[in-house]
């Protein structure tokens, strides 16, 4: 197959057969995968669950595995991380997608408030080392917080689809019972697996404790036999963390961490540093552009006119926030190529030169 | 520093500050622009895209029916109108970075390639980084004559530039030929200045890149209809050509109709963002036409809007032109602009004229005048 797009390609020179296909229709692609929306549920407050199909490049997902999907929102393609929620093991080759619209994000509001069935997103392969073990751990305590619940979920469900016999804690907290995405579903599966122990707590309502030694002692004083998966807000994850520290059970515990960067009040100020990661190389941020403050470190990125008309310094920014000299426009978006003689990192910033 | 200019009206002089202000204005209207760009720009370019990819099936299916004259002539035009399309409305603008924002690989400066024999990266070198840089600055940018014609006075006559408008016309039919080698600067080996080192990356992916174009124009696409073969060879080989032809005169006509001035590097050393602006204004030409001829000449028909700010998408350039002209006006500078027949007249009558010896050639106003730290009083206005 590889080989005959090749063959066509040398028709197509210099523009990938991509770029033609698409034109006809944006599923039709051969080498780039996309993903049409079928289904699209509001079923909790403030998520929204899709159902993906994704084209034929789509090789499946290891239960607690992201996927990274790109939308046009006012032109411009964003690209973000979301868990599936489904099993590993789907037979339809679906995704299914639940994404909690958060106060300032484009991305998960714009899905929330527009996404309809028909839509085509892009769609890159899983990844993510935070997945279950091929060989299934004989216990398991998965613990999430808020929007954390997506890839604790599609491991719960692959778990139950594959009849298995160990036990599982399903630990979750949030805000209150109707911010719960797929809450019929999990009590369904703890009503219909014994040895699946599902746990809603809601702090914020008064009711129920924080998370703490003794809660998980009371609810799964196995646990520390268990393979620990964790997923939730900065809170959360240092409370579980310090717990397994503690109980020296840290190589047990697996974690997946949600970085949200959002761009600080006055993005003028030179704070955090600046890591060079193709070069191993980090820096305290002086303010100066990237540029500059990549020479001042050594290093020699190609450059032309050092004003922002050439693009020959372009580099891709991996994480972290900058601004555009010249317009003031502030980018938090991961994995962009800017330009570095009119770009100024805003905190920690991560550039791939 | 002050600016001081020679046009049909008389010398126009600019303070410091006033420089300053143009530049003021000029970021503004950038920033209004920028702020602007959205799903409309989007379906812009994609609207161009459709039409360029349409008109390229279209061509290559014409040749089928090539053994009929009328169907072969409808393949070339088609043919002809997918190139141009694709290397300057397309090519052009989207490697200069003008779609960089949205964000899609196939509209991305750094990943684009071209339907022409000349690598990216290697164009994006010469033109966007050299050329657009320093415009129209002596000794810097290559693009002045393309170190094969004598396109300005300040380059010194010798009996070779004789055969100036001979090399400008091989040049126009050849023209993809000629951008390709732009990078190599061969005057510079001739000269000893450079070696076969420092040129053998750029050869490798010149050779790669024009077989690939070499292979699809003149070996598969005639292989493919046959018997044939010769007849769509002619027609690609003719299209080739045509839009050789077209994209010459219209960047010729976008910097070297006469009233485009030139700078030296004394004058243009420690540049300010005013000052940069108002060279690429006064070395800059537009040609007056329709939307269709805009679209077909990449709005480079727009080159003074296209040389003050380079990476805004092109069909900003009809929009922002009335205010950057007004802009000019008010400042009393030149808008060097005309109709295709003018402009493209008037860059031939120019490459005729500075073949012959200076002592046959009336002198032309010099054009701007750059005095640091000076007045316009000092140098006699």
Redesign the interface.
């Known amino acids: 197959m590889v080989g005959l797009i090749d063959l066509v390609e040398r028709l197509t020179t210099p523009h990938p057969l991509d770029r033609y296909l698409e034109l006809v229709r944006p599923t039709l692609t051969l080498r780039q995968m996309r993903a049409e929306i079928t289904h699209v549920r509001r079923s909790a407050v403030g998520s929204v669950t899709l159902t993906l199909r994704p084209t034929r490049q789509w090789t499946g997902h290891l239960a607690g595995q992201y996927v990274q999907i790109g939308v046009v929102i006012d032109g411009v393609r964003h690209t973000r991380c979301y868990s599936p929620v489904n099993t590993q093991t789907r037979r339809d080759r679906h995704i299914e997608l639940t994404i909690k619209a958060h106060p300032h994000g484009l991305v998960s509001n714009y899905l929330h408030e527009n996404a309809i069935p028909g839509m085509v997103v892009d769609l890159a392969p899983a990844a993510g080392v935070f997945h279950l073990p091929e060989q299934r751990p004989d216990r398991i305590v998965l613990i999430t917080g808020g929007s954390g619940i997506t890839p604790a979920l599609s491991m719960l469900r692959t778990l139950a689809t594959e009849g298995y016999q160990g036990r599982v804690l399903f630990l979750h907290y949030n805000r209150s019972p109707e911010w719960v995405p797929h809450r019929a579903e999990l009590q369904a599966l703890a009503l219909a697996h014994t040895n699946f122990r599902v746990e809603m707590l809601y702090p914020e309502l008064g009711q129920d404790p924080n998370f703490s030694y003794d809660e998980l002692e009371r609810l799964a004083p196995w646990f520390a036999a268990a393979q620990t998966y964790l997923c939730g807000p900065p809170g959360l994850m240092k409370a579980v963390r310090t717990v397994y520290e503690a109980e020296q059970l840290s190589d047990r515990l697996h974690l997946e961490e949600f970085v949200l960067t959002v761009a600080p009040a006055d993005p003028a100020t030179a704070e955090g540093s600046v890591t060079f990661s193709g070069s191993d190389i980090t820096t305290e941020n002086t303010g100066a552009s990237l540029l500059e403050q990549a020479e001042s470190a050594g290093l020699t990125p190609a450059y032309g006119c050092r004003m922002g008309i050439c693009f020959t310094c372009t580099a891709v920014k991996r994480s972290g926030c900058t601004r555009n000299l010249r317009t003031g426009e502030v980018d938090a978006d991961p994995d962009q190529p800017i330009q570095l003689c009119i770009n100024a990192p805003v905190g920690d910033v991560d550039i791939a030169i | 520093m002050a600016i001081l200019t020679e046009t049909p009206a008389g010398p126009v002089v600019l303070s410091a500050e006033q420089v300053e202000e143009i530049g003021r204005e000029l970021d503004a209207l950038?920033?209004r622009v920028?702020?602007d760009?959205?799903?409309?720009?989007?379906e812009y370019i994609?609207s161009i895209?459709?039409a360029q990819?349409g008109f390229e099936v279209a061509g290559r299916g014409l040749m089928y029916l090539g053994f009929l004259p009328p169907f072969w002539l409808a393949g070339v035009a088609s043919l002809t109108v997918s190139k141009i399309l694709d290397n300057m409305e397309i090519g052009h603008n989207v490697m200069?970075?003008q779609y960089?924002?949205?964000?899609?690989?196939?509209l991305?400066?750094?990943e684009f390639?071209?339907?022409t024999v000349c690598p990216?990266d290697q164009w994006?070198?010469s033109h966007?980084?050299m050329h657009?840089?320093f415009t129209n600055i002596h000794g810097k940018d290559r693009d002045i004559g393309y170190g094969i014609l004598r396109v300005d006075e300040a380059q010194a006559w010798n009996p070779l530039r004789l055969g100036n408008p001979l090399y400008a016309f091989f040049l126009m039919v050849a023209f993809e030929w000629g951008v390709m080698g732009h990078d190599l600067e061969v005057e510079n080996i001739v000269r000893g200045k450079r070696s076969w080192s420092d040129i053998k990356s750029l050869v490798k992916g010149q050779v790669r890149?024009a077989g690939?174009?070499v292979?699809?124009d003149y070996v598969?696409?005639p292989a493919l209809t046959g018997p044939l073969f010769l007849s769509t060879l002619a027609g690609n080989f003719t299209a080739n050509i045509a839009r050789n032809l077209w994209t010459f005169s219209i960047i010729f006509c976008g910097h070297f109709p006469s009233g485009v001035q030139t700078f030296t590097e004394e004058e243009t050393a420690e540049e300010t963002?005013g000052e940069?602006y108002v060279r690429q204004m006064l070395g800059s030409a537009n040609i007056e036409g329709g939307r269709t001829f805009h679209i077909m000449s990449g709005n480079l028909s727009h080159q003074i809007e296209h040389h003050l700010f380079?990476?805004l998408p092109a069909n900003r350039y009809p929009e922002i032109a009335p205010e950057v002209k007004a802009l000019a006006e008010k400042h009393g500078l030149p808008y060097n602009t005309g109709s295709f027949s003018q402009q493209i007249g008037s860059v031939w009558a120019k490459l005729f004229k500075l073949a012959l010896p200076p002592a046959l050639v009336k002198s032309q106003p010099t054009g701007v005048i750059v005095m640091r730290r000076g007045t316009a009083s000092e140098v006699g206005v």
């Open positions: 950038r920033a920028v702020e760009l959205g799903e409309r720009d989007r994609y895209i459709k990819r200069h970075g960089d924002w949205m964000r899609e690989p196939g991305n400066s750094r390639e071209w339907d990216a994006r070198h966007n980084y657009h840089t890149k690939k174009q292979l699809k598969i696409f963002q940069w380079p990476d």
